[in-house]
């Protein structure tokens, strides 16, 4: 490696560094976001000199550039901020398969007996790459609903992965020991493939962003494997930031779920607890309902309000609404703030993400921490779309597969307007006591015709 | 162990350290941009794919190359543009929120208490 590509290396390497720091504080976010991109530009541009092009390498370059950087821009610009996850996941996907592809691509170049140094790190990034992809398709068909988000369970199952990997274990070593390359690696590719899907079909609801950032960390460390085969520092420090950070946000992310990241891993949430909670709650409780007038009479009067906006705001691009509602209250002196829980949405950051987008000012969106207390001295909680972060078995219910996150104290507001398209379980697919509660009435319909109804009746009382 | 080899190891570990400290202080709200952000620099495995690429010559390389060309250019686009369109979101009101004179003042404050 020449002096010039490596100081590219060290100061694209740099550009990460800061753009992770910067990309971790409200202020310089978006400025850490374009730093590492510099940095990316730099360690590409000075990778190319380096290289000795075939014509068909040529070709097939400018085409991937052109093909990937059009789906990519195209997909990224598109897609509705209540996609983004899946978009990530997608984005994550391709990564990890792209890793992998490499690794195969080294290891087929290596011959027969390559050596332990160059082998391992191969073999290592087609396992993880393979697994990172097939996990993150499986994750993307769950989030964009090409399939059922719900947990896929069977008898066994833990058994069944355990043996996949047991299988996988197996041909590593088969793979360096033996080097009989092109059929046993294939294989691999194949089991840690299967693996990947069989990892992430037992997940599902409210975990899934939690599995996404986990298999974003993987394909960091696919990404540095493979730079230990190619021997190119950037791989190797980039692809390790990554996987070392990632690992980080995964632990954080499941932290603010009150959950080990064990038990989102294999506790197989909303499945197998499922079925008692449902046998625990209540059938034929009758909860009551208002119509919009009375709703919009109660806000109007009210003096402090929390809104506590959920997933079923955000599907229902009810962000706009909410706002209005919230303005047309302060208007008549009442006081409005929003709760936002870590969760909210589908990854957590989410909602702050779509209410930003709606021009609700910061100062009026307050964590969970900030503003449990306040609840007891609102006069209305107005929950829209969300569910399971108000739900109270997280607190008294052992069995419930949320209990122990902690959880907004709507339950403690004088009063709580439920908005719900349906009396249908949350993303957990749990029975909610909230709706049940005394205190509480429900506003049935779609989030935004819902709001918009509100804002016409306070506008009216 | 090779001296390449040595080194190479040693920024690994290296940057294990650094990847988890620089993160450490990262507030509820910024999780998902955050991992949108990682999720854009291991987009870095454009690098190698593209060193596989280009000495592509046999219809197995030429495959393996177009596919893991195109992508992780997918990965890298995608990702930084997706995470610059969340957060165009937080700037666009912060300056807003500043009236006229967003150019001269500081942003507002941080919007939320950073977890711990």
Known sequence: MNTVIAIAYLVAAVCFILGLKQLSSPKGARNGNFIAAVGMVIALVATLPLLHFTRAGLIIIAIG???????????????????????????????????????????LRFGQHP????????????????????????????LQELMTGTPITYPGQQIVNGILAAAILGFVIAVLAVASIPFSFLSLMVLAL??????????????????????????????????????????????????????????????????????????????????????????????????????????????????????????????????????????????????????????PGHMNVLLAEANVPYEQLKEMDEINDEFKNADVALIVGANDVVNPSARNAPGSPIYGMPILNADQAKNIVFMKRSMRPGFAGIDNDLMYDAKTVMFFGDAKDSLTKLVSAVKAA | MSNELLNEVTFFVLSIFVGIEVISK?????????MSGTNAIHGIILVGAIVIAAGASSPVTIILGLVAVTLATT??????????????????????????????????????????
């Open chain 1, 65 to 107: 550039i052109v093909i990937g950087g059009a789906v990519g821009a195209v997909g990224a610009r598109m897609v509705k901020m209540t996609a983004i996850p899946q978009m990530v996941a997608l984005f994550n996907g391709v990564g990890g398969g792209a890793a992998a592809l490499v690794a195969v691509a080294e290891l």
């Open chain 1, 115 to 142: 050596a332990f140094a160059e082998a391992f790190p191969s073999v290592f990034s087609i396992v993880i790459g393979s697994v990172s992809f097939a996990g993150s398709m499986v994750a993307f068909a769950k």
């Open chain 1, 194 to 347: 299967v693996l990947g899907v069989a990892f992430v079909l037992p997940i599902g609801g409210a975990d899934m962003p939690v599995v996404i950032s986990l298999l974003n960390a993987f394909t960091g460390l696919a990404v540095a494997a493979s730079g230990f085969t190619l021997n190119n520092f950037a791989l190797i420090v980039a692809g390790t930031l990554v996987g070392a950070s990632g690992s980080l946000l995964t632990k954080l992310m499941s932290d603010a779920m009150g959950r080990s990241l064990a038990n989102v891993l294999f506790g197989a949430f909303g499945q197998t607890h499922a079925g008692a909670a449902a046998a625990a709650g209540k059938e034929g409780r009758s909860v009551r309902s208002a119509s919009a007038e009375d709703i919009g009479t109660l806000l109007a009067y009210s003096q402090r309000v929390i809104i506590v906006p959920g997933y079923g705001l955000a599907v229902a691009q009810a962000q706009h609404a909410a706002r209005e509602l919230a303005e047309l209250l302060e208007k008549r002196g009442v006081e409005v703030t929003y709760a936002i829980h870590p969760v909210a949405g589908r990854m």
């Open chain 2, 26 to 34: 990262v507030p509820t709200i910024l999780h998902t941009p955050l």
């Open chain 2, 75 to 116: 990965n890298v686009v995608g990702g930084f543009v997706v995470t610059d369109r969340m957060l165009e979101m937080f700037k666009g009101r912060a300056g807003r929120a500043q009236g006229a004179q967003q150019n001269q003042s500081p942003k507002p404050a941080a919007p939320v208490t950073p977890t711990k």
